[in-house]
């Protein structure tokens, strides 16, 4: 979690943000994912209980385990964008208490590779979230929400993999 946001453009025009992110290591593709629904419920436990405005998830890659969540969160974050991109797509999504006015998906033209199964960093295809939002004092808010994964050759000689 963290600490509050203060934005605004002058010293008695503040608002305060409280924003949670969360890499909830769904890895289903896979069967990698120990309890997974039992997990998925505890997320959402979490997450309905939680004081923030807006939620960045991570590694959320199947669509049904989106719409679990999505159905959980629905009555106090009416607002989400899931970002897809290849095959299971980006795996990140975003809620929100306020609308979003605007969101697109800029998907990462290296992302791992094709022969690196285990990993399916390729097959999923990374990319970042975009999404913007107007904040209850009628702030726009520009969020962005991304996932990447680094492997030991990328400290040498491959930052490029990383974009």
Known sequence: LFPFINIGTTSDSTERIKILTLNCWLARPYRLTVQKDVRID???ELLRESD???IFLQEVWL???FEKIRSCLR???PHCVKF???LFGSGVCIFCRWPLVSFMTLPFSINGYPHYLHQADWIAGKAMGYASTITPGGFRL???NAHVSI???MLNGYPHKMT
């Open 42 to 44: 505890a997320i959402c």
């Open 52 to 54: 923030s405005d807006i």
């Open 63 to 65: 669509q049904s385990d």
């Open 75 to 77: 009555s106090t974050y």
């Open 84 to 86: 897809y991109t290849h």
């Open 142 to 144: 520009n969020l962005y």
């Open 151 to 153: 492997q030991k050759e």
